[in-house]
């Protein structure tokens, strides 16, 4: 048998870890540009700000996004060995390559016949985003701005390798990666608007592979498949955890703006928006934006420190402290609402004011949250905003001042996932 190689700079222990990822939610990975987005009626178009795309126009995610997104789920047990670590000070000797190389991807999005401003020829859709109000916690006027975004279901192939001068290192290097993996299983954050639940991506578990390639000294590259033993996640042991249970029986919409401009459709002059035909969606910036206007009540009833809240859902340049890390709606069932105009002036019904608006009714979503601080102040306040929300109802979407989008929660806390 052919002896293998050591210790000669060409590192020729690897081992190939190839995979798939899922996306959750709408994903949003720019490419610094943007580009008129469409209008029906006249006036000036919006600008959109566009996704990174490949050669052939498909989207594309750079593996520095991807690598970053497994470092990122290291947390403080970073292995430099693993990721590498830069250059201090303009010395060179203290700069490390790591030993995980990651491929950018090109992607397969996902379905979005029913999304705003759908685009099924490249895959993507449009979501309508406002900047908030600091003081309020409530959307900025005038503020309005677009996105490009990836629908949930789009598939990301996931190809990894490591590589190494020893069958020892490259053991250790693959004894680390492993966690990673399984923490992926249970889903991370990827993009722009992670703490709004934005870029939910899951490893598939099923597929996952990962084959040994040994260099021999006759310059052959010898194969071998890797068994991969049930993957364990082992969760941080700090973070604090709220999976809210959200139930609106009657009706709910937070409205899709291309139907407003475009005119009534099949019907309704309004629509609530939704990614399939069959359940609304509730962006996670309307969620977060939802708390943090009762985030701000509360703390003004309280005379809380108004800081909290920004420390909380974060500001311009503060990253929030307070994340929602998935999103899912379950239930739901369309209901077509038909409303009269009311005279702003007088307040009486105007003649022939008549308009549809398509909601859904019996929505039911999931959400988690998770807090990654461990100063008591906003932990205190956390609390008290879910026992608030718990005695109280929460109002999102379209309509809440006329009974639109009032949900009941029910709290489950944990630790560590």
């Given amino acids: 048998m052919s002896a293998e190689k ?26 610094g540009g943007e580009r008129p987005l469409k209008k029906e009626q ?46 201090s000070g303009g010395d060179s000797t203290k700069g490390r390559m790591g030993q995980l190389f990651v491929w950018g991807s090109i992607c397969t999005p996902g379905p979005v016949c029913d999304a705003p401003y759908a ?20 959307a900025d ?106 139930t609106c029986e009657g009706p709910f919409a937070i409205l899709d703006s291309t139907v407003k401009a475009a005119g009534a459709v099949e019907g309704a002059q309004l629509k609530a928006q939704s990614l399939s035909s069959d359940l609304p969606h509730i962006p996670g910036t309307s969620l977060m934006g939802a708390l943090r206007a009762q985030a701000n009540w509360l703390s003004a009833v309280s005379s809380s420190d108004t800081g909290t809240v920004d420390t909380l ?30 005279d702003r002036f007088s307040g009486g019904p105007i003649d022939g ?5 398509r909601t859904y009714v019996g929505v039911r979503a999931t959400a988690r949250l998770r807090l990654n601080d461990n100063e008591p102040a906003p932990l205190v306040f956390v609390e008290k905003l879910i026992d608030h929300l718990k005695d109280d109802v929460l109002l999102l979407g379209h309509g809440t001042n006329k009974g639109f989008g009032w949900f009941t929660v029910t709290v489950e806390e944990g630790k560590n996932g």
């Fill in 42 to 87: 006249g006036g000036e178009s919006p600008r959109l700000t566009t996704i990174l795309r490949g050669a052939g126009g498909l989207p594309f995610i750079p593996g520095s996004s991807l690598k970053g997104m497994l470092r990122g789920l290291a947390g403080d047990c970073d292995d430099i060995a693993l990721f590498g670590s830069a250059k």
């Fill in 353 to 357: 004011g008549l308009f549809t608006t």
């Fill in 119 to 138: 685009d099924p020829a490249r895959g993507s859709f449009a979501a309508a985003r406002t900047a908030l109000d600091p003081a309020t916690g409530t």
């Fill in 141 to 246: 006027e005038h503020k309005l701005f677009f996105q490009e975004m990836l629908p949930p279901g789009t598939l990301i192939p996931l190809e990894l390798l490591l590589v190494a001068d020893s069958q020892d290192e490259l053991n250790t290097a693959w004894s680390a990666l492993q966690p990673l993996l399984a923490r992926l299983i249970q889903g991370a954050q990827l993009g722009k608007g992670k703490t709004d639940g934005q870029g939910r991506v899951r490893l598939m578990e099923d597929g996952l592979s990962a084959t040994r390639l040994s260099l021999k000294v006759d310059g052959q590259l010898h194969r071998t498949l890797e068994k991969i033993h049930p993957l364990v996640c082992e969760q941080p042991t700090l973070d604090r955890i709220w999976t809210l249970s959200l």
């Fill in 6 to 31: 050591e210790n000669f700079g060409l590192h020729p222990f690897r081992l190939e870890v190839k995979g798939q990822l899922v996306t959750e939610s709408p994903l949003h990975l720019g490419d």
């Fill in 313 to 342: 859902f974060g500001t311009t340049g503060q990253r929030a402290r307070l994340a929602l890390e998935s999103l899912k709606v379950t239930t739901g069932r369309d209901w077509d609402i038909t409303s009269v105009k009311l």
